[in-house]
């Protein structure tokens, strides 16, 4: 039998998410972060019913300078840039541009004749069979193209050598040396995360004919609003930018500026799908209000509201066979987000809302949309490795511990 969130008296009689003791619990959860040396600073914006219904930050954007984490912290959003991504593909959806189910090599035709690698041979080559059927546009969209980094078929070692996020690469650059590594499985056979949304990228401009960068920019950024989410950072925003730690068992040390926002304080040719954007609360809410909006944000339509649906429907038959998507509560995915399909089991699980889509990035930020509460949140931390605890202590703050 499935759990369900604690229920809390609403204040006003209003059937609220977010009242006065989910704030108080909200408050107390990100101080704990904080406190208890999980990160350095962490701040959050929660809208509900349209209304701005949380804001609040603690700790330190940048612990050396002692400059506080704020509402205007310029944050690292790692793979949060993919759904924006997604978006923009989406936009040449609805122009007609492709059909999901057609194969990716028609546009890219680098991706003709792949071959799927079954075994690493002692030579240290591979054994290779055909693909069963062409990559597909949708493959691309829901990690299920066969791109991978199978250690057990030297895969992983194969596309470090590879180079393929060389920043003075293009991402047609990108494309083609990745179409030149075999494929880990069977396109549709397995859910493995990746570079499929660099490619989704790369995929834009082919059928754009314009900078992936540039697209993105005008059909999504520029109508919600988002000037302050991009990939470089001028030198006037730099005071606001906040730093990224490391967390060991002892200890929270920072990673050196120069390592860390190397490729956001200079123009690089690459300009990925899947990471790279830096962004703020505010910003990144407008996207998520847009969503839950069904693709409306203040008169701006970015997307009609059968995308939207699409893009949140799970597209996966199963996710035994997923990695580690389990490991974000019971969902599945869509275009570019996880999708919950089913409540909490055990109060151990990812808390939320069926029918629920979010994602999150390599720094531990993380967004979702709930539409059956109307409700957008954002959670802004910056610390490595990626700490789904920080995740779940948080979905609990916002709609109560879940009961087993």
């Given at each position: 039998m499935a759990c369900q969130p604690q229920t809390e008296t609403k204040e006003n009689n209003e059937n609220l998410v977010i009242d006065q003791v989910a704030k108080n619990r909200i408050d107390s959860t990100l101080q704990s972060f904080v406190s208890e040396g999980m990160v350095v600073g962490a701040s959050a914006l929660i809208f509900e019913k349209g209304k701005e219904a949380y804001f609040n930050a603690y700790g330190y954007a940048d612990r050396e300078a002692k400059i506080p984490m704020d509402r205007n912290t310029i944050v690292t959003i790692f793979s949060m840039t993919k759904p924006?991504?997604?978006?923009?593909?989406?936009?040449?959806?609805?122009?007609?541009?492709?059909?999901?189910?057609?194969?990716?090599?028609?546009?890219?035709?680098?991706?003709?004749?792949?071959?799927?690698?079954?075994?690493?041979?002692?030579?240290?080559?591979?054994?290779?069979?055909?693909?069963?059927?062409?990559?597909?546009?949708?493959?691309?969209?829901r990690h299920s193209a066969g791109f991978s980094t199978r250690s057990d078929l030297g895969l992983d070692q194969a596309n470090t050598a590879a180079d393929l996020y060389n920043l003075?690469?293009?991402?047609?650059?990108?494309?083609?040396?990745?179409?030149?590594?075999?494929?880990?499985?069977?396109?549709?056979?397995?859910?493995?995360?990746?570079?499929?949304?660099?490619?989704q990228a790369y995929l834009i401009e082919q059928l754009s004919g314009r900078p992936f960068d540039e697209y993105m920019q005008e059909t999504v950024l520029d109508p919600l609003g988002m000037s302050e989410t991009s990939f470089f950072v001028p030198e006037d925003r730099r005071q606001r930018m906040a730093a990224l730690y490391f967390k060991t068992d002892s200890s929270i040390n920072r990673i050196p500026d120069e390592q860390s926002h190397a490729f956001n304080y200079a123009?690089?040719?690459?300009?990925?799908?899947?990471?790279?954007?830096?962004?703020?609360l505010d910003d990144y809410m407008k996207f998520a209000q847009m969503l839950v909006n069904e693709g409306t944000y203040r008169d701006n339509t970015i997307l009609q509201p059968e995308t939207v649906k699409l893009m949140a429907t799970n597209h996966l038959?199963?996710?035994?066979?997923?990695?580690?998507?389990?490991?974000?509560?019971?969902?599945?995915?869509?275009?570019?987000?996880?999708?919950?399909?089913?409540?909490p089991q055990n109060s151990e699980e990812m808390n939320g809302t069926v029918g629920e889509f979010f994602w999150d990035g390599a720094g531990s930020t993380l967004f979702w949309v709930d539409p059956k509460n109307e409700l957008t949140a954002v959670l802004f931390v910056q610390i490595f490795p990626f700490n789904g605890t920080i995740h779940k202590q948080f979905r609990d703050a916002v709609y109560g511990p879940i009961k087993d």
């Open positions: 924006l991504t997604g978006t923009a593909l989406m936009s040449l959806w609805e122009e007609g541009a492709f059909q999901l189910e057609e194969p990716l090599s028609k546009y890219a035709p680098e991706f003709s004749d792949m071959q799927v690698a079954t075994e690493l041979l002692d030579s240290g080559k591979w054994k290779l069979e055909p693909t069963t059927r062409p990559i597909s546009i949708a493959d691309i969209t003075n690469n293009t991402l047609k650059d990108m494309a083609q040396d990745l179409s030149q590594l075999p494929l880990g499985f069977q396109p549709g056979t397995r859910w493995e995360y990746g570079i499929s949304v660099d490619v123009e690089w040719p690459m300009k990925p799908g899947g990471w790279g954007l830096t962004s703020t038959p199963a996710v035994e066979d997923s990695l580690w998507l389990p490991g974000k509560g019971r969902v599945g995915f869509g275009i570019d987000f996880a999708v919950r399909t089913e409540e």
